[in-house]
């Protein structure tokens, strides 16, 4: 090997290198900041750049680790969507000033936590000073599609004056969840008890009838509320409506003013699927 291709070589080398660092960059900032960056966008650049070494990692040992510490890094990513339900389907970035010190982007960010869709649009401005260096977020909009719009549209007013993206993700994510654990439980119980239990509005809305068909006319609601508060925490929120026929109303009255409060208590003692279960074989049970 001559000189000069030792040196275009070398080149390379050094290019591929800058190449890494930029990526691992990306992906420190993109965990920094609630995942900037879509799922497929970096899949794609490490797969991009997986191909790219692999003819030149061979006897260069440096670079072989690189390359596992990328395959680490596709990994933890992947866990990192499966363990917060984000799944990011686009994003865009424009560099509005960048200077030595100071460097302004404005970003849109859209896709899904769970089931529920949002997007987000907001201005970054990063500062160094030294080796320190700091980020702060600016003109936050946000956009979410909710059933539970009141309390959510309070929630994402608060997220959007006080620029705090990372709590509005953080606090997005376990509202979701629950968003998710109520319509499996719903999904459950229909398909266990397809006699007994009814979903009017499907399983994406917030409510289940309980009917026994041996007792026609009687009727057991649960309404199964998620509450958001302007804070970011989520509260499920369960309660029990009878409804039976005005003409043995009278007659029932008493017995059933207690059936909520006792609802309340299972629920306490024994957790959501526990107590709707017991309700339901109770229900099913009757003659």
């Known amino acids: 090997m001559d000189e000069g291709d030792f040196e275009a070589y070398e080149k390379e080398i050094q290019a591929l290198e800058e190449e890494i660092r930029l990526l691992t960059e990306k992906y420190e900032d993109m965990r920094q900041e609630s995942a900037f960056f879509s799922e497929e966008e970096i899949l794609k650049a490490i797969k991009s750049l997986q191909e790219e070494t692999e003819g030149e990692t061979k006897g260069h040992e440096s670079l072989s680790d690189l390359k596992a510490q990328l395959e680490s890094l596709e990994t933890d990513l992947a866990f990192l969507m499966e363990f917060t339900g984000f799944h990011f389907t686009s994003h865009s970035k424009k560099t509005v000033e960048k200077t030595l010190n100071r460097t302004v982007q404005k970003h849109r960010l859209s896709g899904k936590c769970h089931s529920i869709p949002f997007q987000v649009e907001f201005q970054l401005l990063e500062m160094q000073k030294d080796e320190n260096v700091s980020a702060v977020v600016s003109d936050l909009s946000i956009i979410m599609e909710s059933r539970e719009d009141l309390?959510?549209?309070?929630f994402v007013s608060r997220s959007e004056e006080c620029g705090d993206l990372v709590t509005f993700f953080r606090s997005l994510s376990t509202y979701a969840e629950w968003y998710e654990h109520r319509r499996h439980t719903f999904l459950h119980f229909k398909a266990k008890y397809p006699d007994i239990v009814t979903l009017p509005e499907g399983l994406l809305g917030d409510f289940i009838i309980l009917r026994n068909p041996k007792v026609p006319g009687f009727e057991l609601v649960i309404v199964?509320?998620?509450?958001?508060?302007?804070?970011?925490?989520?509260?499920p929120v369960l309660d029990l409506l009878p409804k039976v026929p005005e003409q043995v109303l009278e007659q029932s009255m008493r017995s059933l003013e207690s059936v909520p409060g006792s609802f309340r208590s299972a629920l306490r003692l024994f957790g959501i699927e526990a107590a709707v279960e017991s309700l339901i074989r109770a229900l099913g049970s009757g003659h």
Not at 224 to 235: A, F, N, R, V
């Open 151 to 154: 309390n959510v549209s309070k």
């Open 224 to 235: 199964w509320k998620i509450h958001l508060d302007e804070e970011g925490t989520t509260t």
